[in-house]
């Protein structure tokens, strides 16, 4: 069974017979409408769209609620496109990984596009230029990772496109987001039509990234006389050009082989995992998880797909940034990184593993409920507790979920602020004294330790990618070979508030940290030792 074989009848059979869903839509009449009249295209290829947004609209297709598709573009690695998208006509195979072990598979074809934003292929910006001109465009939405949207370097910097496109006038420029500016004024001369620029990557006041960065664009092009005031008017008039706040949450991990082999028994042939020359994982099947939700600020100033009815929630600003808080602050993205930063320093290589492990299982349930719980912000329209729960009983413990504690400890040092800082700054709003805290100061001391790059076992580990971590591993390597460190010693990791979101010895927690730290670097088995006591 091929992807590329699915108008086959015999071949229809046969992926019906090993229980996978297929388009039971006319997809070239999709594809049709879609092409002449676009409403939705999508910029970044990933996971996360494939498994999560093309597959609501696929299954209003599939209802009959809705009648276009989506149009996808890639800012970042064009390999994807030519070798994940183009040969199997832009259908993919979303693996539903259940954590009562059953298995949905379903064919997704509502992609009926695919393209680069590489702006030297000229068929692929001038079909930019046509779906941006096009009245009928409602939304683009983006996920692109929290990086794409940045026009700076590690140090603050333009980083070397955005400076090259802002000193040598580059009309059309080389970053996306100048693309986004560039695409955006091409609308503007076709008629000024109205469009929401939707970010649904999993990054803080997403929204607000995205218009950061096109105004950026925008306003050094009008400095330099590249586009007039006009555009300008309409670029930032938010009744025709929107940039909504979202939240998403769904697990997509990269293509796992256990799940290559499960559809290798079915006969279905459509499973190599491609590894482009930029080192994405991709594949024509995707393997995710159950749950999802997506939250979404309702400003879509040209109307928008009726996502609503295939379970993505629409609301106002204030409560997307309350789901967004409750979920990064408190009842997944910190546990999460606890998991990581604790789950590469004791070897393990699954998130489903650490939760069988009795001290890592209670340590985050207990930071979660005892020390998140109490300054959780509730949004209303989802229950904290429904949710932590759900998180703790059914997602993170799913031993189909093929994720791994290095793919979320990526980038700590970014996270640490949101997913801690927020929560310590909520407490010393109340008036509470931080030190009194039991848990979240074990997992900061087991930041550094984890910086240390020595597992609890005392042999060397594979740090995972983060802008800081060469700085920060300097700052700790005196203690690879164990040994104690002095409050003051850490002073230029523990007063950093780019790190923790608060000065840790403003906030009074840097000698528990520090003393924390010191227990766990004592030798090998010591921070096992240490969250075993802390739990016990």
């Not at 259940?98 to 009926?112: F, H, M, P, Q, Y």
């Not at 504690?405 to 800082?421: E, H, N, V």
């Not at 509470?432 to 060397?460: C, F, M, Q």
């Amino acid at each position: 069974m091929k992807l590329v074989q699915i108008n086959d009848i015999d071949v229809q059979k046969e992926f019906r017979e090993k229980g996978y869903v297929i388009p039971s839509y006319d997809r070239e009449k999709v594809r049709t409408l879609t092409n002449r009249e676009p409403a939705w295209v999508h910029f970044g290829t990933g996971n996360i769209f494939r498994a999560f947004p093309a597959a609501v609209i696929d299954n209003l297709l599939a209802q009959g609620i809705y009648d276009k598709g989506v149009i996808a573009v890639e800012g970042f690695d064009f390999d994807i496109i030519s070798k994940a998208y183009k040969p199997f006509d832009d259908l993919s195979l979303l693996v539903t990984l259940k954590s009562d072990g059953n298995i949905d598979k379903r064919v997704i074809g509502s992609v009926t596009e695919s393209l680069t934003a590489d702006f030297s292929a000229e068929a692929d910006l001038a079909r930019l230029i046509e779906i941006f001109s096009a009245p009928s465009l409602q939304m683009v939405s983006f996920t692109i990772t929290e990086k794409g949207y940045s026009l700076n370097g590690p140090d603050g910097s333009l980083s070397g496109v955005v400076k090259d496109d802002f000193e040598n006038k580059c009309f059309p420029p080389g970053h996306l987001m100048g693309k986004m500016a560039y695409l955006l004024h091409e609308r503007y001369k076709a008629g000024a039509c109205p469009v929401a620029m939707a970010s649904m990557d999993n990054c803080s006041h997403n929204g607000d990234k995205l218009r950061a960065a096109v105004y950026a664009y925008a306003d050094k092009w009008f400095e330099q006389g590249l586009v007039d005031e006009g555009f300008i008017s309409y670029l930032k008039d938010e009744t025709k050009v929107s940039f909504p706040l979202s939240m998403i949450d769904k697990i997509t991990p990269r293509p796992d082989a256990d799940v290559v082999k499960m559809l290798e028994k079915d006969g279905f042939e459509d499973t190599d995992i491609i590894v482009t020359d930029k080192h994405t994982y991709t594949a024509a099947f995707v393997n995710a998880e159950e749950t999802q939700y997506l939250v979404v600020e309702d400003r879509f100033p040209n109307g928008r797909p009726p996502f609503d009815k295939g379970g993505i929630y629409f609301t106002d600003r204030e409560t997307v940034d309350k789901v967004e808080k409750m979920k990064v602050c408190t009842c997944l993205n910190p546990l999460h990184t606890a998991l990581a930063i604790f789950g590469c320093l004791l070897s393990y290589d699954s998130i489903w593993k650490e939760m069988r492990d009795e001290d890592l299982s209670e340590f985050v349930r207990e930071m979660g409920y005892k020390e998140g719980m109490p300054v959780v912000v509730d949004p209303g329209i989802i229950k904290p507790g429904t949710f932590i729960d759900e998180v703790l009983n059914k997602r993170l413990v799913n031993p189909f979920m093929p994720d791994t504690p290095q793919r979320i400890a990526c980038d700590t040092s970014q996270k640490l602020p949101i997913r801690f800082g927020e929560t310590l700054k909520a407490y010393i709003g109340k008036g509470e004294d931080v030190s009194k805290l039991h848990y979240i100061p074990v997992v900061l001391a087991g930041y550094l330790r984890y910086l240390t790059g020595i597992n609890d076992e005392g042999t060397e580990f594979d740090k995972s990618p983060d802008p800081l971590l060469e700085e920060l591993s300097g700052i700790m390597a005196p203690y690879k070979e164990y040994g104690k460190a002095q409050a003051q010693d850490l002073k230029r990791i523990l007063s950093r508030k780019d790190i923790f979101g608060v000065d840790l010895y403003e906030a009074g927690l840097a000698n528990k940290i520090t003393e924390l730290f010191n227990e766990m670097n004592e030798g090998p088995g010591m921070v096992r030792k240490v969250l075993h006591k802390t739990v016990g």
